[in-house]
C-alpha cells in the first residue's frame, strides 16, 4: 500500500473531500499513483488528513463513481486503469467543444477564455 501524500488545506475554500478527489485524480492522472496502487483505508487516511471517516469515503465514492479506483472488498481500494480513460475523455469532450462552436465565428482566444472561466467556475464551487 502507497501511503500517497495528501494534504488538506484549511485555507483552501473547496470542501475537503473534494481536496482529496482532486490529489487523487491527480496522482492517477500523473503517474505518481500508478494502476494498482492500493490506496489508505478510509478510516486510515481519515486519521492522517485529520477529517471524519466520513470525508473520505465521499471522496472515495465520488472517484469510485468516475472510474479513478475501484474497491475490491476486504482486499481493498486501489487506483484502476481509468486514468488514462479520463483523458481520452476529456480529449473527446474538447475535441466535441471544438467542433460545436466552430461556427459561431469566435475566435480561438475567446474560446479558451470562455472555457477557463467555466472551468474556473466549477473550481470555485
Known sequence: MVNP???IDPEDA??????????IAAGSNDGTLPVGTKLPTVRGLAEQLGV???T???AYTRLEQSGLIETRGRAGTFVSSSG???????????AEFAERTRHLGLDQDTLLAVVRAAVSNVHSR
Open 52 to 54: 471524519a471517516p466520513g
Open 14 to 23: 473547496t470542501a475537503p473531500y473534494e481536496q482529496i478527489c482532486r490529489q
Open 84 to 94: 488514462d480513460r479520463s483523458q481520452a475523455e476529456t480529449a473527446a469532450a474538447a
Open 56 to 58: 473520505v469515503a465521499k
Open 5 to 7: 501524500d495528501l494534504r
